[in-house]
């Protein structure tokens, strides 16, 4: 069973009216980086489980905000020296080689484990600025 919900461009509206379009999106940076550190928690907790030197724990990162085609987002990445964003897919996917590798679905886990967290931080934080 779905939910429509209605009047989300109104209260958009409302909101930016009050506090301003720059104030808002301030604030939805903030939430969104917020969300962002539990989601990184997440992964970092679910990488232990076939952690080797550690650097696709080291690695992840959190961009800065970015506008994207379905509003403001953060993208969570792997930058560093050692280049392990190169092992992700890898490690998500499988090879034909060896297609259940220790890492398997971590990612994937790590995003669905994190969807009540994630909500709840980003839910605590337009509560404290709104």
Do not use: C
Request: proline share 4%; aromatic share 6%.
């Amino acid at each position: 069973m779905g939910v429509n919900i209605t009047g989300l461009k109104s209260l958009q509206a409302e909101l930016e009216k009050r506090f301003g379009q720059a104030k808002m999106q301030e604030i939805s940076d903030q939430a969104l980086f917020e969300g962002a550190q539990v989601i990184k928690k997440e992964l970092e907790q679910n990488f232990e489980s076939f952690r080797d030197t550690g650097a696709s724990i080291d690695e992840i990162t959190i961009s800065g905000p970015k506008d994207g085609p379905n509003g403001r987002r953060r993208d969570i990445h792997w930058v560093g020296p050692k280049d392990r964003y190169r092992l992700i897919h890898i490690n998500e996917w499988g090879t034909v080689k060896n297609p259940n590798p220790a890492g398997k679905g971590k990612v994937a886990a790590s995003l669905e484990g994190g969807k009540k967290a994630y909500r709840k931080a980003v839910k605590k934080v337009l509560e404290s600025e709104l």
